[in-house]
T-cell receptor, first 115, second 114 residues
Framework: AQSVTQLDSQVPVFEEAPVELRCNYS??????LFWYVQYPNQGLQLLLK??????LVESINGFEAEFNKSQTSFHLRKPSVHISDTAEYFC?????????????FGTGTLLAVQP | KAGVTQTPRYLIKTRGQQVTLSCSPI?????VSWYQQTPGQGLQFLFE???????NKGNFPGRFSGRQFSNSRSEMNVSTLELGDSALYLC?????????????FGEGSRLTVL
């Protein structure tokens, strides 16, 4: 069965500092990988995705993630965070196989950006 | 393009009652999924519907049920509510013709069971 591990439940960081949120997955088949962000009292928003092709994917607000098949990782990085990046971030893997849109989520990482 | 719309946003019920939550997907999307989000269990998959058929189901008791209508709108129902059913219920729609797991979420329905 597929699973997603986010080891850090909370990551405090100062504004303008770099940050990395870690995500590891387990899967015996080809995967589609996602990072979703959830702001307080809101639903989830897709931040970025890896479906195929380049292993480095970027979002419009400066986040990037790299798919590493050998390490089964999909870590999220940003070189300089802003207060507005404070939110919970969820890594997810598609159960895939082309038969379902079901996602398996990690437990989430709360990114707390401090001034 | 309107996003995923969930109603009601907030509701309070008592144990033993039942509740129905509604979800209108993005226009043109035929896949609708439901997730339960709680602080202890995180995001748990409930079920997925595609073209009015349940395509996948999570590991929840039979008290949790759902359906999808011909216009792709979906409802989920929880009967005989328990305190542990208190959660944020999220609906997500998927683009027609693609099955990748790229989902668009609504803001959720927050259920409190007293």
């Amino acid at each position: 069965a597929q699973s997603v591990t986010q080891l850090d439940s909370q990551v405090p960081v100062f504004e303008e500092a770099p940050v990395e949120l870690r995500c590891n997955y387990s899967s015996s088949v080809s995967v589609y990988l996602f990072w979703y962000v959830q702001y307080p009292n809101q639903g989830l928003q897709l931040l970025l995705k890896y479906l195929s092709g380049s292993t480095l994917v970027e979002s419009i607000n400066g986040f990037e993630a790299e798919f590493n098949k050998s390490q089964t990782s999909f870590h999220l990085r940003k070189p300089s965070v802003h207060i507005s990046d404070t939110a919970e971030y969820f890594c997810a893997v598609s159960e895939g196989g082309g038969a379902t849109n079901k996602l398996i989520f990690g437990t989430g990482t709360l990114l707390a950006v401090q001034p | 393009k309107a996003g995923v719309t969930q109603t009601p946003r907030y509701l309070i019920k008592t144990r033993g009652q039942q509740v129905t939550l509604s979800c209108s997907p993005i226009s043109g999307h035929r896949s609708v999924s439901w997730y339960q989000q709680t602080p202890g269990q995180g995001l748990q998959f409930l079920f997925e519907y595609f073209s009015e058929t349940q395509r996948n189901k999570g590991n929840f008791p039979g008290r949790f049920s759902g359906r999808q209508f011909s216009n792709s709108r979906s409802e989920m129902n929880v009967s005989t509510l328990e305190l542990g059913d208190s959660a944020l219920y999220l609906c997500a729609s998927g683009p027609q013709g693609t099955i990748t797991g790229e989902l668009f979420f609504g803001e959720g329905s927050r259920l409190t069971v007293l």
